[in-house]
């Protein structure tokens, strides 16, 4: 099957579906706010290489974790009960996304996929209610965090950052420790990371990650304050 090229007008993509090995479904077309959002409707994300078209996806299988079923190692219960961390939800975006952008990255050259379009694209979303941001604090330091979507009870995990150890574990904790609490039925965690699967993300396949999508697809969006509904902390 060969991989479709985007109309630069018309932000439909084709059925994800029909995405085979390594799972590129389309190329090209801009990073615009409804162009990501119908994007994130069909299962689908962006990822390419920088000064490159952009590449989107959508893998067999998919990385996925189950709220439920996130992983506290011994030691990460050890992190928590020490209290260094403090952590909150949609206080700065922005500054997330700044960390994401320019934190450095074995085998990227110091340059990233995620360009000045695409965050602009985010922090507009992020307006919208759509896209979430999680800040992990150290002595009043942005050390760790991490942003992604969502939609209804879908949660897609997009980005990470950490300037100390266990930062961004920290984060993801209690995130998911959140979601869970509020009925999300999973966090698309894109495709396989070592450092994900140590806190409990799997494999699925993409027919069963599509129909979570299409299934919270067929509710109205409800706009949620994560800042005050969330918890910012939670005892091991």
């Not at 709220?67 to 030691?75: G, I």
Request: aromatic content about 14%.
């Amino acid at each position: 099957m060969p991989i479709f090229r985007l109309d630069e007008q018309d932000t439909a993509f084709p059925p994800p579906y029909l995405a085979e090995e390594p799972g590129i479904i389309a190329v090209g077309g801009d990073l615009s706010p409804d162009r990501l959002l119908e994007a994130y409707s069909n299962g689908i994300f962006p990822w390419f290489n920088p000064g490159e078209e952009p590449l989107w996806w959508c893998p067999n299988p998919r990385f996925v974790l189950y709220p439920e079923k996130v992983k506290v190692s011994k030691s990460m219960r050890q992190v928590f009960r020490k209290g260094n961390f403090k952590v909150t939800f949609d206080q700065d975006c922005a500054a997330v996304l700044e960390n994401c952008q320019q934190i450095y990255r074995p085998g990227q050259g110091g340059e990233t996929w995620i360009s000045d379009e695409l965050k602009q694209s985010y922090l507009d979303l992020h307006k919208k209610g759509f896209i979430h941001s999680v800040e992990v604090w150290q002595d009043d330091k942005l050390v760790g965090g991490l942003y992604g979507g969502c939609m209804n009870k879908c949660f897609f995990g997009e980005s990470m950052f950490a300037k100390v150890s266990n930062a961004s574990k920290v984060g993801f904790i209690v995130l998911a420790k959140n979601l869970h609490k509020h009925g999300f039925e999973l966090i698309d965690c894109q495709v396989h990371t070592r450092h994900l699967e140590s806190l409990g993300a799997e494999m699925i396949p993409r027919l069963d990650f599509l129909e979570v999508v299409e299934r919270n697809l067929q509710k109205d969006f409800v706009k949620e304050d994560w800042n005050t509904q969330f918890q910012t902390s939670y005892e091991f």
